[in-house]
């Protein structure tokens, strides 16, 4: 949250517009005239005091700053100097934060990066990162892409996209994170032999997944009905398992020097 923002007041930007021209950014990827779409839901139900309290207090000190375009129009990269040079992991999409906080507790050894748009979800981790008291972690409360732009290449060892939207209309499918657009982008920013995970209770999911993350220049290492040993059942499986729908995970490695 910009410092400016009175107490308990929110703003996020997630539609991207025509950035300056000729600007290609520090890793030569910034398109002068690319427009991007965001296609999902950033607010919900009506957040508790409690969440909008959260919000107010914590969200600024989590959030890395130079991210949004609107701070960091020549896309430089992002200061990650917080983590004290620690391996780091990505979360994308991370819901109501459950799995993410799990991982922190488990992994403090690790700095993780959490990016979610959704207000909802985002408030719902802040009271998780309060009630877990962890300290490994921080935010972008956006889109992914706006991250992947300011990242340096390679320095992420482990991603996770765990039950993302599924968009099952298939005029929709495009909007999908395992599309040519998101792959590519989480390709350079993760390091060779880096590993990412997939959790999804959508039959057709893993069929596009099983398509497209390969030609991204990842390697298939497992899939199947058994989860990670260190694995933390989040609520959106909870309620695929109730309606009937079975888990599926798939882990693949990042390839050497293959786009």
Known sequence: MPAHLPPGRLTLRVVLTRGPEGNLGAFGMYDPVERRNFYGRV????????QKGYLAEDLAGLSLAGVEREENPARLAVDLSRFGGAPLWLEIGFGGGEHLVHMAQTYPQVGLIGCEPFVNGIAMLLGKIRTAGVTNLALHPGDVRDLFDVLPEGVIQKAFLNYPDPWPKARHHRRRF??????????????????????????????????????????????????????????????????????????????????
């Not at 607010?43 to 409690?50: I, P």
Request: no cysteine; charged share 25%; hydrophobic share 35%.
């Open 43 to 50: 607010h919900g139900k009506t957040l508790r005091a409690s």
């Open 178 to 259: 395992v599309t040519p657009g998101y792959l590519g982008a989480l390709a350079r920013v993760m390091a060779p032999g880096a590993e990412f995970r997939v959790a999804t209770d959508i039959a057709d999911y893993v069929r596009q997944t099983l398509e497209e993350v390969p030609q991204a220049g990842f390697e298939l290492v497992d899939q199947g009905a058994t989860p990670w040993d260190d694995w933390f059942s989040t609520r959106y499986e909870q309620k695929a398992l109730r309606e009937g729908r079975p888990p599926h995970y798939l882990t693949w490695r990042r390839l050497s020097g293959q786009v």
